[in-house]
């Protein structure tokens, strides 16, 4: 029985990497466009908004990846 608990913590852990993996190529793919696109908007208020927005959310989506890649399954 304990072996066999080992081996679905090992598959679950692997699974998890595997999703933490899938989530930042989803989610950092389109942010890499968005930031291209920003980049080449020129000076203004608008481009600066859209660039710091941009910033912003690439902030977001690295603490989103890190958290996902840090959280472990808890005993229960």
């Known amino acids: ?34 930031r291209l696109n920003a980049a080449s908007l020129g000076d203004g208020p608008a481009a600066e908004q859209t660039r710091a927005a941009v910033a912003q959310l690439e902030g977001e989506v ?10 472990r399954p808890h005993p229960g």
């Not at 603490?63 to 840090?70: D, G, H, L, W």
């Open 62 to 71: 690295d603490r989103i990846i890190r958290t996902a890649r840090e959280q």
């Open 1 to 34: 029985a304990f072996n066999s608990m080992a081996d679905q913590v090992v598959r679950l852990l692997a699974a998890e990497r595997e999703l933490a993996a899938d989530l930042s190529h989803r989610l950092r793919t389109p942010l890499t466009v968005l």
